[in-house]
Nanobody
Framework: QVQLVESGGGLVQPGGSLRLSCAAS????????MGWYRQAPGKERELVAR???????NYGDSVKGRFTISRDNAKNTVYLQMDSLKPEDTAVYYC???????????????WGQGTQVTVSS
């Protein structure tokens, strides 16, 4: 069974840091892009950051310069280092990955279950 599992969320004070991890497991041939999205109460899900298999990155405007996405291809894991956190970063953070389950055929997008990040004093 293929799944993505996030970890690392929690409660942090404004200005603090957190590091999220998302590990893909199961019968996976390889992984294209991986990314992080977030959804705050009453708001739509939005892109936080995305990274390709060759480590090209893009970020949502609200997190540029504060968040850093990276990946370890050997571990099928993507990370999100979040620094200078603000109360408006409070949301459920979801990872996703475009996974090839076979050598041929298109990738399939899988999502993790989400992890809560709360920034509050």
């Amino acid at each position: 069974q293929v799944q993505l599992v996030e970890s690392g969320g929690g409660l942090v004070q404004p200005g603090g840091s957190l590091r999220l991890s998302c590990a893909a497991s199961g019968r996976i041939f390889n992984i294209n892009a991986m990314g992080w999205y977030r959804q705050a109460p009453g708001k739509e899900r939005e892109l936080v950051a995305r990274i390709t298999s060759s480590s090209m990155t893009n970020y949502g405007d609200s997190v540029k310069g504060r968040f850093t996405i990276s990946r370890d291809n050997a571990k099928n894991t993507v990370y999100l280092q979040m620094d200078s956190l603000k109360p408006e970063d409070t949301a459920v953070y979801y990872c996703n990955g475009d996974l090839h389950l076979r050598e041929v055929g298109p990738p399939v997008r899988y999502w993790g279950q989400g992890t809560q990040v709360t920034v509050s004093s």
